[in-house]
């Protein structure tokens, strides 16, 4: 009864004090942006009432952008205020002309597999030497080869489908561009069971890991009490990925013979060594490098492909003006020589159906004044990237599929994604690789890719829905770190006659 009673006490003194600094924070000439009236109860915020999941996390983002405005707040764990951003002025103002400020990130556990990663890493020196590291290794990567090498392996399996009738080509996608990324990542031959392996060693892990936990807005002792059932199965995988990616790296340090020298591609790994970094952060950086990666594109290949499926006059435009491109003798054409429309069609579909849609975790290293009210140093600070670019204040017809907006004349001609705006302009537009000092390093060859996969793909196939109308390809989202197809994409495949 004493235990109780004491307990009882402890909660009514954190919650006054939780209350006097929820009050000493909203209260002032700049107050927090504005946000819903739920009870913050000390160390959990208020978060837990309505969002326990990242899918009714979004649900109900929406529903406070609609009552209160583009930026709003809640609390997440800690006492941290947690400001969500869906203004794309806001946006241009916090990530580009505030970009140092804003490049910080709330601090994480030193531990698991993206516990040394890039993306994890306090903005400093450590991080521009990754970064700089890893943004030399892509823009030196021979990008071609390992194209061709997946895309020898992807467009057989779909030739073979294709003769039985419907087709479901998600998983062929994802086994397509996980083995392009290994091997930009681990070099070229990792032998096909190593890949499966590996890959299926990423599906199982990420399905073990509370994806709440990306936003930093969940105390950590609920963490581990959501982990607890999963811990042996999380750890006994981890301990399964680290000797699998160790093989690799060792590979790596004990060429053969014949592979020494000039013909031997470099790999992500090879840069890694010559940093000399521990073992537990190259298979840290490597984790980070392949989940980042193959994860966010393939999703974004199987939602061009289903656009291209309803959309079958902009499927035949983009073959018509494929079709006068030369190609060499694997139907691949350098950039310089490739479609117009091509380009437009994947960005049009990036702007409607960015993978994450929601950026990590931000914070900031003093306090920022915006629109009247304050962003306090610490605050965990998020942006809505499908809000952004679906804004109606932005595009014409926001929700159509509308790929000529992005050619000459178009109101979307000329925008850099990795800028998230054009040229002189001062708000972003759309983002689908962040904006900024942590924008995402790979968005140029996550670019190249989707563009030479839809390229070989509408090239040697024509896609056609199952069934009649729209309604044949289900669009609905399922939300989550990454944004996928609820229901997976499914179409008859016809293969093109070249003569």
Not at 26 to 44: C, F, I, K, V, Y
Not at 261 to 285: F, I, K, N, Q
Not at 330 to 350: I, Q, T
Request: one cysteine or more; hydrophobic letters at 40%; glycine letters at 8%.
């Amino acid at each position: 009864m004493v235990l109780l009673l004491s307990i009882v006490v402890l909660a009514a003194v954190f919650l006054l004090v939780s209350s006097k600094h929820h009050r000493k924070c909203d209260s002032g000439a700049n107050p927090l942006p504005p946000g819903p009236p739920w009870q913050h109860l000390p160390r959990l915020g208020n978060l837990l009432y309505r969002c326990p999941t990242i899918a009714s996390l979004a649900d109900v983002l929406q529903h406070l952008h609609a009552a209160y405005g583009p930026v709003v707040s809640l609390w997440a764990a800690g006492n941290k205020p947690a400001i969500f951003i869906a203004s794309r002025d806001a946006a241009y103002r916090t990530l580009v002309r505030a970009g140092a400020t804003f490049a910080h990130r709330p601090p994480s556990w030193p531990f698991g597999l993206n516990g040394h990663g890039i993306n994890s890493t306090p903005y400093g020196s450590r991080w521009s030497l990754l970064r700089r590291n890893l943004g030399s290794h892509l823009a030196a990567a021979d990008v071609a080869s390992a194209l061709q090498s997946s895309l020898d392996k992807l467009v057989p399996s779909l030739e073979s489908e294709a003769d039985d009738g419907v087709v479901a080509p998600s998983e062929m996608f994802r086994a397509a561009v996980f083995s392009f990324f290994a091997s930009l990542c681990f070099g070229e031959g990792v032998a096909e069971d190593v890949l499966w392996k590996l890959r299926g060693l990423h599906t199982e892990i990420l399905s073990l890991v509370v994806e709440l936990g990306a936003f930093h807005l969940m105390p950590p002792f609920l963490e581990v009490a959501c982990y607890l059932p999963k811990c042996w199965r999380f750890s006994k995988a981890q301990k399964r990925h680290r000797v699998t990616v160790m093989a690799l790296i060792s590979a790596r340090q004990q060429p053969n013979r014949e592979e020494v020298g000039a013909g031997r591609r470099r790999c992500y790994v090879d840069t890694l060594l010559e940093l000399g970094l521990p073992d537990e952060e190259m298979v840290s950086l490597c984790w980070e490098f392949m989940n980042a990666a193959a994860k966010t594109t393939s999703t974004a290949l199987e939602w061009i492909m289903a656009r291209l499926v309803i959309h079958q006059d902009k499927q035949q435009k983009l073959w018509k003006d494929i079709a006068g491109t030369r190609f060499n003798e694997n139907y691949m054409a350098d950039d310089g020589r490739r479609s117009p429309f091509l380009e437009a069609v994947v960005l049009e579909a990036l702007r409607l159906h960015p993978p994450a849609h929601y950026l990590l975790a931000h914070t900031t290293d003093k306090d920022v004044y915006l629109d009247g009210y304050v962003i306090p140093k610490g605050s965990v600070v998020n942006y809505g990237l499908a809000d952004m670019g679906r804004d109606a204040a932005s595009w014409t017809s926001p929700d159509e599929f509308l790929p000529e907006r992005f050619l000459e004349g178009g109101e979307g001609y000329g925008l850099s994604v990795t800028a998230g705006c054009s040229n002189g302009n001062k708000t972003i537009r759309m983002m689908p690789f962040g904006s900024g000092r942590r924008a995402c390093p790979g968005a140029d060859v996550a670019l190249t890719v989707l563009k030479s996969f839809v390229e070989n793909l509408v090239t040697r196939f024509e896609w056609k829905p199952v069934g009649d109308g729209d309604g044949a390809v289900d669009m609905e989202e399922k939300p989550g770190l990454v944004t996928e197809m609820k229901t997976p994409l499914r179409t008859c495949l016809l293969v093109r006659q070249h003569g």
